[in-house]
């Protein structure tokens, strides 16, 4: 018997109607741009050079393409460090203006989603306190967490709709010495990759058709603050985010669909920590077996920390129960650098990975062990103390990759 719960993520698996009687009956920028007049908050404005993109409900949203402040993300640096890497290359490989800063703090996303510990001031101060940091220097917020990117909408939300909460985060500033400062928009990388992706491909160097992939769309990106995220009609209808599969595809690879596509990861962000059997089990029976049994891809992309981390490290656990698992999990930023010859360890750093991603390089013809003999020389060089690291020069030069046998 089909219990409640299934019958729901059943439901939940179909097409979404999107209905635009749903749409907000207010554009929060210009709630923004009231309030800045009022006095009550600084709006910085997106720089110039923008794209402009069409969010879900009609919206057009302005994404910066340089003079961007990188607003890093505490997981991906501590547990997929190849996605950071891979964000910045593809700035320096564009020759863009951007700006990796040293006094950003986490966004405290763990504490508003997970522990629930903290309280509405401190969770809008922390946030402020950022963009005043990206402010003062002139430079424009780039998000790479989706956890921080939705928090912060969420935050946003609050803090134009609570005087009473804005007086209160606008008395921690003061002691801080800060402006209550929020962007004109808020803007994740994946739309920063979505509207290069052109560009991208006119610099792609490694072929891509062979490949079929799945997209996972990260929950935080799209189901918070609904109005936010970027859609396009020639993308599954204009019915789902158009981030990711736009880029996929307009680098050759074939974008397979599947029945879970709108399921949870597994992370969930309280689970991952109080559940932590129930966000594996999630991850390989709902979303990776699905994938295997319905389209065998040889990756699956998504473009946010915790659903890289989840989809990817949660397989390991599987293949020891001998579930159907082996599908390496890339962000669309790793994506985009491979397609533009970043260097598979130095930049992407590939080691970092739990699921075995040798089949895709070796189906794309990439000798990874050539490159990756590379990288064990850069770090026996490191340990004789030839050398004191590897720097952005050292993985800066686009790769000529030679072609396995």
């Known amino acids: 018997m089909t219990t409640a719960v299934e019958q729901i993520l059943e439901r939940k698996a179909q097409a ?30 997106v720089p110039e050079p923008y794209v402009e993109v069409t969010t879900k409900f009609g919206r057009t949203k302005k994404i910066p393409i340089e003079h961007t402040w990188h607003h890093k993300s505490c997981g991906q640096c501590g547990h997929i ?6 964000i910045f290359w593809l700035h320096r490989q564009f020759g863009l203006d951007y700006l990796d800063p040293t006094d950003q703090t986490s966004c405290t996303g763990w504490n508003y989603y997970a522990s629930a510990t903290s309280n509405a001031v401190a969770q809008a101060a922390v946030m402020v306190r950022n963009f005043a940091a990206a402010y003062e220097t002139g430079y424009f917020p780039l998000i790479h967490c989706g956890t921080s990117y939705g928090h912060y909408k969420e935050v946003r939300e609050q803090l134009v709709h609570h005087k009473e909460l804005r007086d209160e985060v606008r008395r921690v500033l003061d002691k801080l010495g800060k402006p209550l400062v929020l962007p004109e928009e808020i803007v994740h990388y994946s739309e920063w990759v979505h509207v290069m992706r052109h560009k991208i491909a006119e610099r792609q160097v490694v072929e891509m058709n062979m490949l079929t992939a799945t997209v996972h769309p990260a929950c935080h990106y799209y189901k918070i603050v609904v109005e936010d995220a970027i859609y396009d009609p020639e993308i599954y209808g204009g019915q789902r985010i158009a981030t990711i599969t736009a880029l996929l595809e307009t680098l050759g690879i074939n974008v397979a669909d599947y029945s879970t596509w709108f399921d949870c990861c597994g992370f969930g962000f309280r689970h991952i920590l109080v559940q932590r059997d129930f966000t594996r089990s999630f991850a390989v029976l709902r979303k990776i077996e699905t994938m295997k049994n319905e389209v065998n891809p040889d990756l699956t992309v998504t473009h946010d920390t915790g659903c890289v981390t989840t989809l990817d490290k949660s397989q390991f656990a599987a293949k020891a129960h001998e579930r159907k698992v082996g599908i390496p999990v890339l962000s669309d930023a790793q ?15 590939l080691h970092w990975h739990s699921t075995d991603w040798r089949p895709m390089m070796e189906k794309l013809g990439i000798d990874w062990q050539k490159y990756w003999d590379e990288f064990e020389q850069d770090l026996e ?25």
Do not use: N
């Open 16 to 45: 979404v109607v999107r209905d635009p009687a749903q749409a907000p009956a207010h554009d929060i920028r210009e709630a923004l741009f009231e309030l800045e007049a009022k006095g009550e908050i600084i709006v910085q404005r």
């Open 81 to 86: 460090p190849g996605y950071s890497s891979s």
């Open 335 to 349: 994506v985009a650098a491979l397609a533009m010859g970043a260097h598979p360890f130095r930049v992407l750093q």
């Open 381 to 405: 060089a490191i340990r004789k103390g030839s050398r004191k690291g590897i720097t952005w020069e050292d993985a800066d030069q686009p790769v000529v990759f030679t072609r396995s046998a």
